[in-house]
């Protein structure tokens, strides 16, 4: 199996900033994606930012404030969320689309999630 595993979140005010981290470890060949959503209550999940083959993608709302990092040695992958409005306030999951076994198909791993509160 494969686990996600997030650190970071809590409360901050507006304007503020936070910073997110999940590790993947279990049986794992390779990685071919990793990136962070986040669920608000009474909305669906939407995906904040991704990284795979080398070029990372932001939803519209977080351009410019938010920071996609990956280490790809360590199958870690950060978030830094600069300049916070209370609209981002939501659960955040880690997310990654992982290949167990050289012969394997691609599967889709989630973190728990962690709470992001952005007081007004």
Do not use: H
């Not at 304007?15 to 590790?23: D, E, I, K, Q, T």
């Not at 999940?45 to 795979?52: F, G, L, N, P, T």
């Amino acid at each position: 199996q494969v686990q996600l595993v997030e650190s970071g979140g809590g409360l901050v005010q507006a304007g503020g900033s936070l910073r997110l981290s999940c590790a993947a470890s279990g049986s794992i060949f390779s990685i071919n994606a990793m990136g962070w959503y986040r669920q608000a209550p009474g909305k669906e999940r939407e995906r904040v930012a991704i990284s795979s083959g080398g070029s990372t993608d932001y939803a519209d709302s977080v351009k410019g404030r938010f920071t996609i990092s990956r280490d790809n040695a360590k199958n870690t992958v950060s978030l830094q969320m600069n300049s916070l409005k209370p609209e981002d306030t939501a659960v955040y999951f880690c997310y990654a689309r992982v290949r167990r076994r050289s012969y394997s198909r691609l599967e889709d791993y989630w973190g728990q999630g962690t709470q992001v509160t952005v007081s007004s």
